[in-house]
């Protein structure tokens, strides 16, 4: 990626302050994500690379606990929803309701009635349980208050069902649905509560609670071990009853039961600030390998014939390599201006290109810079992974 190519280059700054800045006012600043409207983000070139890298490692967990991947609607009928529970006029303010001639639905809201009234088409048979279908869904909140990225007014959502033949077999899948929130957390470095207790969210139809909360400044407030504090919830998963059922399974025997429904949910918005904001550091975000959008910059710091044909036989290789590279070749951008954007958006080397010759610098290690080297000794030093 080069930063000459790249729309609103103005954003391509580290702040002054970093140290002071809340992690929101970061990531909003420009080079990820950019707010025209309220609540209603929109990812960058740069961001879209984290973005589908973490939206890459939700769904590959997924799949590893057996989901399988399926797309529905964003569209619901309206009775669908009161199928799952009592929808109560306050409730029902928060959905985006359609006008004729589509008066009858809804934008999708919850995903669980939309899923179990396609699933209950016909009976499901017991040698295909537990059955896990997972969609990423983007969920439409209607709500005065939109801003930034804590409070979106459209975000993102890995929605789960699963279908279990009994308690014991649901709790098996909760175990593993825990396990691999955790993994994800771990994978990007996240610390997380782990909450079991359906009392500290007091959240009717929850008879084995499971939520994750990342522990920070800028969260909700929630009663957490007994304790007040802030914090975001990242995800959860729950046995949803709902007031009608039209799923059915066929047992060992031959007989129609109803099952037992789980349901989950992972926020990837939220997961992509906690991962952020716990990747900070004085230089700006040392953001996790998972999700890194580049692995190496090419900053061009003189602007000469030969400096900028070595950048540039650098970029092409590194590309074809494979190697995520950005390529700072802005004009008229001060050097230091060009070492700390790399910093600050977490890239571990910076290949620094100047008409004294070529020299790499480490991001994050008490390495010396390396000797100043032509085009071959560069290819020759980055061969041997030095």
Request: hydrophobic share 35%.
């Amino acid at each position: 990626m080069k930063a000459s190519q790249l729309p609103f280059r103005g954003t391509l700054i580290a702040p002054e302050n970093i140290s002071s800045e809340r992690t929101s006012c970061l990531i909003e600043r420009g080079p990820l994500v950019y707010f025209k409207n309220p609540g209603l983000g929109y990812f960058t070139p740069m961001g879209c690379i984290v973005y589908d890298k973490l939206s890459t490692l939700i769904t590959n967990y997924h799949q590893i606990i057996g989901g399988m991947k399926v797309q529905i609607p964003n569209y619901m009928r309206r009775e669908t929803l009161g199928c799952g529970e009592e929808v109560q006029e306050h409730f029902q303010k928060k959905f985006a309701m359609l006008p004729e001639p589509m008066a009858k639905y809804m934008i999708l809201t919850t995903h669980e009635m939309e899923f179990l009234e396609w699933i209950g088409r016909e009976p499901v048979s017991h040698i295909s349980m537990p059955m896990k279908l997972f969609t990423p869904k983007d969920i439409l909140r209607v709500t005065g208050h939109g801003d930034g990225i804590l409070k979106l007014r459209e975000f993102k959502v890995w929605a789960m069902v699963s279908l279990d033949k009994n308690l014991s077999a649901f709790r098996e899948t909760l175990y593993s649905y825990a396990k691999i929130c955790e993994s994800i957390f771990g994978d990007l470095g996240i610390p997380y509560y782990k909450s079991e207790n359906p009392e500290e969210r007091n959240v009717p139809n929850k008879n084995f609670d499971l939520e994750y909360f990342y522990p920070c400044s800028e969260g909700d407030n929630f009663c957490l071990g007994g304790q007040r504090q802030k914090a975001l919830s990242l995800s959860m998963g729950y046995r949803f009853n709902p007031r009608e059922n039209p799923c059915q399974f066929i047992d060992e025997l031959g007989q129609l039961r109803t099952p037992i429904v789980g349901t989950y949910a992972l926020g990837l918005e939220r997961i992509f600030y906690a991962a952020l904001d716990n990747a900070r550091d004085e230089r700006g975000f040392n953001i996790p390998s998972k999700i890194r959008p580049f692995e190496k910059s090419i900053l061009l710091f003189d602007d000469y014939e030969q400096t900028i044909n070595d950048s540039q036989i650098l970029y092409e290789t590194l590309r074809r390599q494979g190697v995520p590279v950005f390529f700072d070749d802005r004009k008229q951008t001060k050097r230091k201006a060009k070492a700390r954007f790399s910093d600050f958006i977490g890239i571990p080397e910076k290949i620094v290109v100047s008409k004294q010759g070529i020299r790499i610098i480490k991001r994050n290690s008490n390495e010396p810079e390396s000797p100043v080297m032509d085009l071959e000794g560069t290819f020759r030093y980055l061969e041997n992974g030095r």
